[in-house]
């Protein structure tokens, strides 16, 4: 296994749609640079990676003039992507998380497995359509795209919760401290992979 500090990846995807560069450090301090010309979807970026401690430089260009769906989707399957490249073979990874965090009056319970196998649960309930500028049936789509494309298992449920922005920022401030507790290193299994399988 290389050095720890050699966990970082670069991916870009451009389409008719949407043109999208981002680069992530695992071992991070929480650093963001985040530019999708989406402010409420920049600032739930951000809480990722304050909370999980990956450094996180993301600039996306999409058809906004449209509406935000492309754009929300394609940042969730490149920040995926970057996620799964970053970890190599996952060797010495925690693999599991989970976490119930609260947010004033909100409370989200989020459970994550690095598996390798693609699954998002989204209980998930946002009464307003749109929360910002965003729609809110934008969350569900990045975050299945995420999952998709980092090929992580994912639960996330709101247990209790009346302001639809206290809501879905516990879902993401939940999500980065399972991350970051999910990529954490164990040293007593540092050079191998946390699976009877061999491979995850």
Same mark, same amino acid.
């Given at each position: ?6 966990r970082?990846?670069k #991916?870009?995807?451009?389409? =008719?749609?949407?043109?999208? *560069?981002c680069? &992530? ?9 985040i ?12 809480? %990722?990676?304050?909370?999980? &401690? %990956?450094?996180?430089e ?48 909100a &409370? ?8 390798g196998?693609?699954?998002?649960? +989204?209980? #998930?309930?946002? *009464? /307003?359509? =749109? ?6 049936? &934008?969350? =569900?789509? +990045?975050?299945?795209?995420? #999952? ?7 639960? #996330? ?10 809501? %879905?920022e ?12 999910? %990529? ?7 050079n191998?992979? /946390?699976t009877? =399988?061999?491979?995850?």
């Amino acid at each position: 296994m290389g050095k720890i500090s050699s966990r970082q990846s670069k #991916v870009e995807r451009k389409t =008719k749609e949407t043109s999208i *560069s981002c680069q &992530l450090t695992l071992d991070g301090s929480g650093k963001s640079d985040i530019q999708t010309g989406i402010g409420f979807l920049d600032h739930m970026l951000e809480q %990722i990676a304050r909370h999980s &401690l %990956i450094d996180i430089e993301l600039k996306a260009k999409g058809d906004l003039h449209i509406d935000m769906h492309h754009t929300t989707e394609d940042i969730g399957i490149v920040m995926g992507e970057a996620f799964r490249k970053a970890l190599g073979n996952k060797a010495g990874i925690k693999r599991f998380s989970h976490i119930i965090i609260p947010m004033d009056e909100a &409370l989200t319970q989020i459970s994550l497995d690095i598996s390798g196998r693609p699954y998002l649960r +989204w209980a #998930v309930h946002l *009464s /307003p359509p =749109k929360i910002g500028e965003m729609d809110s049936e &934008l969350f =569900k789509e +990045w975050f299945y795209a995420f #999952v998709q494309n980092s090929a992580i298992t994912l639960h #996330v449920e709101s247990l209790h919760g009346s302001n639809a922005h206290h809501i %879905i920022e516990s879902c993401y401030k939940g999500l980065a401290r399972c991350i970051g507790e999910a %990529i954490s290193i164990d040293s007593r299994i540092s050079n191998s992979i /946390p699976t009877t =399988k061999g491979i995850l």
